[in-house]
C-alpha cells in the first residue's frame, strides 16, 4: 500500500490541527516533550517498534503503525502514540527532531537515518582495513550534528597474526587530532 499523497494546503491544514492539540500553551508554540510517550526503536516496513517510555509499560516495546500524514520517521524519534483494538499502537504525532543523521539517497535527496543522537560510534575492523576516506566522511557527518565521535577499533585480537603499520600509522592520525579512539 502507498502512501496518501496530501495537498499543501491539506498538510498545513493537519499540522496546525496538530499543534493546536498538543501545544502547552499557545505562547510556545512548540508541543512539550514531556507529552510524547514513545521512542522509535526500529523500522519493518509499514510497522514500526517503539519504546514505552512512560506509565507502567516504560521500558518495553510496541509494534506501531504510523498515520499518513506523518512524515517517514526514523530511529530516535520521540513519538506520541496510543493503543488500539488489536493491541497494537497508532503513532499520531512526532516530536520535533534535536538533530538528524542521514545520507543522499540515488536521486541526490537527503534520506534521514536516525534522529536525536546523543553519541555516535565509529566501528571498523582491522580485517578488512578500514577505508580513510569513508571515515573521514563520516566524521565530518557528525562534526555537522555538533557531535563527538567515538572511533572504535574492532578484532584487535586479529593484530597478533598482523603486523601492520597502516593501522598503527590511522590510529595515531585520529589520535593526534583529538579524537578518542578505544580498541576492543
Known amino acids: 500500500m502507498s502512501k496518501r499523497r496530501l495537498s499543501d494546503q491539506q498538510k498545513s491544514r493537519i499540522a496546525g490541527k496538530q499543534k493546536k492539540e498538543f501545544c502547552a500553551t499557545e505562547n510556545t508554540g512548540s508541543i512539550q516533550e514531556a507529552k510524547f510517550n514513545g521512542r522509535v526503536i526500529s523500522h519493518f516496513g509499514q510497522q514500526l517498534d517503539v519504546e514505552i517510555l512512560t506509565g507502567k509499560n516504560a521500558g518495553s516495546l510496541m509494534r506501531c503503525y504510523q498515520r499518513a500524514n506523518l512524515p517517514s520517521l526514523v530511529t530516535g524519534d520521540l513519538v506520541l502514540w496510543k493503543e488500539d483494538a488489536e493491541k497494537t499502537g497508532i503513532i499520531i504525532a512526532q516530536a520535533e527532531r534535536k ?28 580485517v578488512p582495513e578500514a577505508f580513510l ?29 598482523l603486523t ?8 595515531s592520525i585520529y589520535h593526534n587530532l583529538g579524537y578518542p579512539v578505544y580498541e576492543v
Do not use: C, H, T, W
Open 99 to 126: 538533530n538528524v543523521f542521514g545520507r543522499a539517497d540515488i536521486k541526490g535527496q537527503f534520506k534521514p537515518v536516525a534522529a536525536n543522537l546523543d553519541y555516535v560510534l565509529i566501528v571498523f575492523a582491522v
Open 133 to 161: 576516506n569513508l571515515m573521514d566522511r563520516y566524521l565530518v557527518a557528525i562534526s555537522q550534528l555538533g557531535l563527538e565521535p567515538l572511533l572504535v577499533l574492532n578484532k584487535v585480537d586479529l593484530l597478533e597474526d
Open 164 to 171: 601492520n603499520e597502516n593501522i598503527d600509522n590511522m590510529l
